[in-house]
């Protein structure tokens, strides 16, 4: 008797399914069985999610003749980054991002973690930022649809999550983190590779003690470990 096909939850971001002996027939799609029905719903799901990743790539408003949207809050990142290598205390001014003042106000060692964003145009990396959190956001409702929904295919909770993208780019909450140029979505995917994965790439722990060290926000989530009393990764999440 063929045994019943079980979900997984042990892909990380850019990876596939962390058991390599599962079949390509266990990763598909099959609840759409319609080839055509099925490349059509991804055709229009690809151009809801261009939609709504259109007004916070490009300056749809034409405000002072910009071609790209102003991301402030990767500025001050980038500020913040540039006032590490120049050897400057991070907290004793504000940096003029977007013709205002804005002081920084993450941990010091977010600084190392931001300097690469120094590499590409402000432009640039507004434009690569905000790709990247579309496609971090469609993995971790991916890795959340496999773990909250029994029995689902890696190949079903990729294709739900394609459909899910553009709605979730819509919301408030998505939308203000996009136009910004937050790092909110890449700290989530940190947090969901310790909380909803079986095994990740380094201790468990570590990947919330490194987000809580770029953005103090996530360290709440170290009381998962307490609350599930998960000692060894509630002390690694303190040492990372």
Partial sequence: MQGKQVSSDNETPGGSSTH?????QAQGS???TNKRLR????????????????????????????????????????????AFLDGLNLYEQDYVVGGIQLPFTYPPIATVVF?????????????????????????????VLRRVVKGISVGDSRMF????????????????????????ILLMVLVLMDTFTKKPWLPRGFWI?????????PAVFGLYFLVKKDWKGATISILS
């Fill in 161 to 184: 999550a394609l459909f899910i993208l553009p709605i979730a780019l819509f919301t408030e909450p998505v939308n203000q983190t996009l136009q910004f140029g937050q790092i909110n």
């Fill in 39 to 82: 490349v059509a719903l991804i055709w229009a799901a690809s151009i809801a999610t261009a939609a709504a990743l259109w007004p916070v790539i490009f300056n749809v408003r034409a405000i002072e003749a910009f071609i790209f949207f102003y991301h402030i809050d990767s500025d001050v990142y980038r500020a913040g980054a540039q």
């Fill in 209 to 217: 003690g490194l987000a809580a060290a770029i953005k103090l926000t």
């Fill in 115 to 143: 300097t690469p964003l120094l590499l590409v145009p402000s432009s640039t990396m507004g434009v690569l930022l905000t790709l990247l959190s579309a496609a971090l956001m469609w993995w971790c409702i991916a890795i």
């Fill in 20 to 24: 390599p002996s599962q079949s390509p």
């Fill in 30 to 32: 099959s609840w759409i």
